[in-house]
């Protein structure tokens, strides 16, 4: 069964830090991983996906690496700013014709001005 | 395109009743999954759909769950009789299976049940 972790549950720091939050999940054949956004109250926001024969996606400030051998994902933020405060799920869908994402509890971080 | 839309948004009821969470899936979307989040477990997929079939239902909770579409624009989710510990948001999310696969969160609808 795929388990997906991701430590600490929040993480506090200041403004204009770069910042790395980790994910690891214990199967590693996979076929993609997500990473979400998820602010207070709201719903998921996909963030970046990454196939199974990706190394890497970024998207502005936002880089996600993948290393399936070593079942592990990585997200920098660089230049990290108040509104990135949110919670932030990692999620690795199996592989398979029909497959499902299991998510992990989410990395709550705050940015203080 | 509107996204994900589910209603209600909140829905508070007592226990025994009858309850109904609605989903409209992105148009053009071909798969749409049930999620329940609380504190205690995180986000746990309930059922999933695909082409409008059920393909893994293994996370229903119990038999008081139940998920039907009847057609590639409408999904229900319906829990009877609801009990407290039913108390969770509940979100559906659609995606394309013919790639990319990211999946698209609806807002949620909050359910207390007293």
């Known amino acids: 069964k795929q388990e997906v972790t991701q430590i600490p549950a929040a993480l506090s720091v200041p403004e204009g830090e770069n910042l790395v939050l980790n994910c690891s999940f214990t199967?590693?054949?996979?076929?993609?991983l997500q990473w979400f956004r998820q602010d207070p109250g709201k719903g998921l926001t996909s963030l970046l996906l990454?196939?199974?024969?990706?190394r890497e996606q970024t998207s502005g400030r936002l880089n996600a690496s993948l290393d399936k051998s070593s079942g592990r994902s990585t997200l920098y933020i660089a230049a990290s700013q108040p509104g990135d405060s949110a919670t932030y799920l990692c999620?690795?869908?199996?592989?398979?014709?029909?497959?499902?994402?299991?998510f992990g509890k989410g990395i709550t971080l705050s940015v203080r001005p | 395109d509107a996204g994900v839309i589910q209603s209600p948004r909140h829905e508070v009821t007592e226990m025994g009743q009858e309850v109904t969470l609605r989903c409209k899936p992105i148009?053009?979307?071909?798969?749409l999954f049930w999620y329940r989040q609380t504190m205690m477990r995180g986000l746990e997929l309930l059922i999933y759909?695909?082409?409008?079939?059920?393909?893994?239902d293994s996370g229903m909770p119990e038999d008081r769950f139940s998920a039907k579409m009847p057609n590639a624009s409408f999904s229900t989710l319906k829990i009877q009789p609801s009990e407290p510990r039913d108390s969770a948001v509940y979100f559906c999310?659609?995606?394309?299976?013919?790639?990319?696969?990211?999946?698209?969160f609806g807002p949620g609808t909050r359910l207390t049940v007293t």
């Open positions: 999310a659609s995606s394309l299976r013919t790639g990319p696969y990211e999946q698209y």
């Open positions: 199967d590693s054949a996979i076929y993609n």
């Open positions: 990454i196939q199974s024969s990706q």
């Open positions: 999620a690795v869908e199996a592989s398979g014709a029909n497959s499902k994402l299991t």
């Open positions: 148009s053009g979307h071909n798969s």
């Open positions: 759909f695909n082409n409008n079939v059920p393909i893994d």
